[in-house]
């Protein structure tokens, strides 16, 4: 039985739904690991620091579809079962969560030290020194790197369709099988995939500019 245009448009919406909800819950995982994970990576200690090192070594040192494959067929094996959304959100969070911890780590060090020593000249502690300086500027120098690694999460979503999640890939390969024909869903998903990368370099562009204005400001 065939499929009507507009059957054929509703998968194709819904699996764009999917990927915005997987992107979105990865990139917010992989925001707060950066962010714990590259604080400790500084401030840490002997003994929390290691622990995080060695996170960050296994999860860059390993392939995202291993991880991906190792949370959703492995972990069942555990009794630890997880659903393809949530894996899909995970395996993302986790990879990307590693790189971006060692990109909040330089962008903490590459706060100028004279902005550091003014801090402690006046006082400040530890927390209000990272609450009030150390931060607002590593958050600036950050922002581009973290704008790729939406870009990257993004792309990286595909992924999800290999273990059955109605992402854009899946409902795209899906929608080819109903037609007969690859021109026509995969130039869609090429187009779709390029002005969503679009609009977050865009966004993400678009914050610096303020951020960094601002910051001049409060330098001035």
Excluded: C
């Excluded at 030290?113 to 590593?138: C, G, K, M, Y």
Aim: glycine fraction near 10%; charged fraction near 10%; charge should be positive.
């Amino acid at each position: 039985m065939g499929v009507s245009i507009e059957g054929l448009f509703n998968i194709f919406i819904s699996g764009l739904w999917v990927t915005l909800v997987v992107s979105t819950g990865g990139f917010i995982l992989t925001v707060v690991i950066g962010v714990i994970g590259g604080s400790t990576l500084v401030w840490g200690g002997p003994v929390i620091r290691p622990v995080m090192r060695i996170y960050v070594e296994i999860f860059r040192g390993t392939s995202i579809f291993f991880q991906l494959f190792f949370i959703y067929f492995v972990l069942p094996t555990a009794g630890i079962y997880l659903p393809p959304l949530i894996a899909g959100m995970l395996a993302l969070g986790l990879n990307s969560g590693a790189y971006l911890s060692e990109t909040v780590r330089g962008s903490i060090l590459a706060v100028p030290r004279e902005q550091t020593e003014a801090a402690v000249a006046l006082n400040l502690t530890l927390l209000q020194r990272i609450r009030t300086v150390i931060l607002p500027q590593a958050i600036v120098i950050a922002l581009p790197p973290l704008g790729n690694t939406a870009i990257e999460i993004l792309k990286g979503s595909s992924l999800v369709s290999l273990i059955a999640l109605n992402d854009l890939t899946f409902n795209a390969v899906m929608i080819r099988s109903h037609i007969g024909s690859s021109v026509g869903p995969l130039l869609a998903l090429l187009l779709v995939y390029y002005l969503l990368s679009k609009t977050i370099d865009f966004g993400f562009r678009t914050i610096e500019a303020r951020l960094a204005r601002g910051l001049d400001v409060l330098r001035a």
